[in-house]
């Protein structure tokens, strides 16, 4: 994978040396010529202009594309492709364990084809980190982590034992275990290196650290100085296996940071306001770099936090240089001297180095003083929806009557920042205390909304209270976005800490939980002693892991979900993540907003969203008097007080001593052993996959594509939590009944996430999300469809699939606008294509759903600019017609292909953006495409 430049038609070849050890290194600054103006390129395409030095070949990397990219035209559309090469690979088990099944099954496929198995392997070092499976089923107790964990391996037992498996077959591939933290905060705390070191040839080289992971997060690392992005999972399988990732030299996005945050407002509060500058400016499939003064003011926790979010942006990336908060950091975290030596050393030789007063060429400008930046949530359903603090009460009531109205009822119609509003529940629980005096929603409708549905609840413990619109039934520490960020988790154990002593409890209602996103946020909770006012409040550690940002929330209080399905009522979760998507953190919850880290304890001792945090009190203290936030908000003085005192690089060094081994349990697992893996034939977790059977050793030629019908036609901001299996797996769906046929209880359910590993019950989930809304089957919500192979009647996505394919019909879908943002679901795509989906068309698309539908042989089309399937006149009761994508059989993309659809005609846009693409595509998808070159170089 790391393969030493065989060119080197610059000369770029040299040596640094550092505290006397000698490194072998490609210098920027020998790119030279008339036009090339290396000096003044963005650090981000510095590092990847390093990255085709070092493995230029002459034939895919070649000295014309290292001119290109030195004399980059910032004022052009992106039209030149490159191949990155990334120095490693980062996964989570969710997306992870499909990319080893898919290796596992790639090694069967190349003995098939009387290659050499031993070929699938990973070539450049991959990492996962099992850190998205833990469910937060038990919370409020000090028992809720060990219980949660001893649930997880019950669970999941099939699918570690499968890992562990491949971690012994696998050279280069290691595994974080169960209980050790999230996949971002564990890469940049421990994994990440900012400068990469391998031996390759018997010489040391030095050069950027660069990576792709399976999820899209993987972005966090861009605060570390690290070019990393999320990409699907049949990317990264390519990745590992010695396939450069094929792109468009992109636009660039300066962003200039100046000033200081205020006081009171927190990082979290910073990257809210940011997503929605960016959202708004548009940076869809651009790099976006912050450069200026406000860099080198910023903490390195505040710009992984900012790094972090790029997804919600809608950014490749969101990039940080390298300065001395960078290496501060990495000494925090316990790295070697040795190497932040070397970070410092590379960096200045390349030009890498952030100087605050240079202006690089950038595409865009954006510019933002962090002294206006004020308290901030977003919600209730897309991060970029940012409400300010002092507004979210008004919000809430002014969005009612829009969300009872059903003015979304024809799609996903996200192109404003809608709301949904609720109140907050009056209460009175079993000790007779009452709850904050407030005017929220009575019997009367307010500005024409739906009136209140108070339902009164009683606990097992004989608490009582009255329910209503607005109840916050979930309040969540969570997520890498925020847990990797001390001043705001210092600040939300203060916040704690203050209410305590002022005798505040959070309300009844409320499921709280804390998942820190590693093991050092407890060492240095418990070292400032402020664990035990967080368990106080409920916010006891439920697990090191996603839980509730991806939807691992677990259940709600038994008596509160039931009160909220009696009455349809409009609950509420607040977390610190990054995603708020429809039906994404809970079944039973309608609205989800996000939010820092101590705004999550205010919201959960409020008890609703139906109140003003800056003018009506939290509760009230032993005497009876008001308690409002700003009696209980550190300064940010204590914060910064008690992280000097609570952290150090040692508790880094011990957390991560021994981070591949795991714990006894995991120690203990079983593993199979062997190069090829024994399937089994009962398993409902890890099953081989359907991708090469039959699969010859050329490709066939692509066809047109004749009599198609429309499986799904949906509306604006589909994302792929909308598309791809996710959450919890529901009795009486497809994939419900799937597991109740093989024997297993709905207890023992999991979640899809889980069962990742096992295509039969991922096909069955994919566009089953319980919010998605198919306008062809109007009045439904989920997974449903028109089948007509049955004259239309209604029936679910998955069964009208089976009918179609049976009767030989391929499928299409339409789509609006950002078709397929959200996470890096390889199953969205993979789904898509085993429900017998041969095209999609949208009006746009997000960037790794439609690479990744490409990868798995879907044709991705774009209606003509300025249209849609509304004003085409499209009901998606049409027969389908597809004529022009054979062109590709003669090396050629066609730009347009001819849609017909009934009687309407029209050319649409094909979006195979890239050479490497189209050779995908022929190859029926990225994976049979790896696996023919692989077989041809072993012949």
Known sequence: MTAVASQNSFGAKSTLDVDGKSYEIFRLDAVQGEGLDVASLPFSLKVLLENLLRTEDGADITADDIKALAGWDESADPDKEIQFTPARVIMQDFTGVPCVVDLATMREAMAD???????????APAEMVIDHSVIADVFGTPEAFGRNVEIEYERNRERYQFLRWGQGAFDDFKVVPPGTGIVHQVNIEHLARTVFTREVDGELLAYPDTCVGTDSHTTMVNGIGVVGWGVGGIEAEAAMLGQPVSMLIPRVVGFKLSGDLPEGSTATDLVLTITEMLRKHGVVGKFVEFYGPGVSALPLANRATIGNMSPEFGSTIAVFPIDEETTKYLELTGRPAEQLALVEAYAKAQGLWHDPAAEPRFSERLELDLATVVPSIAGPKRPQDRIQVTDAKESFRNSLKDYVEGEEEDGYDESVAETFPASDPATTNGHGEAAPPSDHLSAAP?????????????????????????AVAIAAITSCTNTSNPSVMIGAALLAKKAVEKGLTRKPWVKTTLAPGSKVVSDYYERSGLTPYLDKLGFNLVGYGCTTCIGNSGPLIPEVSAAVNEKDLSVVSVLSGNRNFEGRINPDVKMNYLASPPLVVAYALAGSMDVDLFTDPLGQDQDGNDVFLKDVWPSPTEVEETIAQAINSEMFGDSYQDVFAGDETWQSLPTPEGKTFEWDPESTYVRKPPYFDGMPDEPTPVTDIEGARVLLKLGDSVTTDHISPAGAIKKDSPAGTYLAEHGVEQRDFNS????????????????????????????????????????????????????????????????????????????????????????????????????????????????PEGQNAESLGLTGEEEFSISG???LNEGRTPRTVKVKAGDVEFDAVVRIDTPGEANYYRNGGIMQYVLRNLRAQSA
């Open 446 to 470: 307010r500005d024409g909304g739906r009136p209140s549905s108070p339902v009164e609840v009683t606990l097992e413990d004989g608490t009582t209270f009255t329910l209503d619109h607005g």
């Open 113 to 123: 084809l009387g290659g050499d198995p031993s070929k699938i392997n990973p070539l």
């Open 885 to 887: 994508i054979t062109e």
């Open 752 to 863: 899809y996430g889980s069962r990742r590993g096992n295509h039969e019950v991922m096909i069955r989930g994919t566009f089953a999300n319980i919010r998605l809304r198919n306008q062809i089957a109007p009045g439904t919500e989920g997974g449903f469809t028109r089948d007509f192979t049955a004259g239309g009647e209604v029936t679910s996505v998955y069964d009208a699939s089976v009918n179609y394919q049976e009767a030989g019909i391929p499928l299409v879908v339409l789509a609006g606008k950002e078709y397929g943002s959200g996470s890096s679901r390889d199953w969205a795509a993979k789904g898509t294509s085993l429900l017998g989906v041969k095209a999609v068309i949208a009006e746009s698309y997000e960037r790794i759903h439609r690479s990744n539908l490409i990868g798995m042989g879907v044709i991705p089309l774009q209606f």
